[in-house]
C-alpha cells in the first residue's frame, strides 16, 4: 500500500507489516511522526509486492537515522584531515620558502622591466629608479663574488 507523508513523500509499505490497531510511523525525509491506521479508505492502496520494510520500534527510544551516522562519520573524517593538513603545513623548510620568494621577486622584477615606459609615463622618473636598482644589484653580486675569492 502506499501511504503519503505531510511533506509529500510516498512510501510503498506491505501491509501486513500494519497491524489493525494502527503503528506509529517515521518519515525518513523530514522526520514527521504519526499514528497511521488502515481503513478502507487506505485499504484499496494495498499492493502485492513488498518493496519497503517498516520495523517495529519503541516511540521512547532515539532512533538514530542514516543522515546522523553519515554526519558523524563525516565529522571524524573533517577531524582526520585537519589533524594531517596541520601536521604537513609544519613540514615546510625554510629553503622551499626562500626559493620561492626569490623566484616571485625577480618575476616582479621582470614584470616591472616588460612594462617600464608606460609605468614611466604614470610614474615620471620610473626608469631612472629602475637603472638604478640593476646597478645596485650588479654591485652587490661583484660584492659576493669578492668575498668569495
Given amino acids: 500500500m502506499i501511504i503519503n507523508c505531510l511533506c509529500g513523500k510516498k512510501f510503498n509499505v506491505d501491509a501486513s507489516l500494519i497491524p489493525p490497531e494502527g503503528r506509529l510511523l517515521k518519515c525518513i525525509s523530514c522526520g514527521h511522526k504519526w499514528h497511521y491506521k488502515i481503513d478502507e479508505k487506505n485499504s484499496e492502496n494495498v499492493l502485492k509486492k513488498k518493496d519497503i520494510k517498516i520495523k517495529k520500534i519503541n516511540p521512547n527510544e532515539k532512533i538514530p537515522s542514516e543522515i546522523d551516522k553519515i554526519i558523524h562519520e563525516a565529522e571524524q573524517d573533517k577531524i582526520q584531515k585537519v589533524i594531517t593538513i596541520d601536521k604537513s603545513k609544519s613540514n615546510i623548510p625554510f629553503f622551499n620558502i626562500l626559493i620561492l620568494s626569490f623566484i616571485t621577486f625577480v618575476a616582479f622584477i621582470i614584470f616591472l622591466d616588460t612594462f617600464k615606459n608606460p ?28 668575498l668569495i675569492r
Fill in 119 to 146: 609605468i614611466n609615463n604614470i610614474i615620471p622618473g620610473f626608469n631612472f629608479l629602475l637603472e638604478n636598482f640593476y646597478e645596485s644589484i650588479q654591485d652587490l653580486y661583484l660584492f659576493i663574488k669578492d
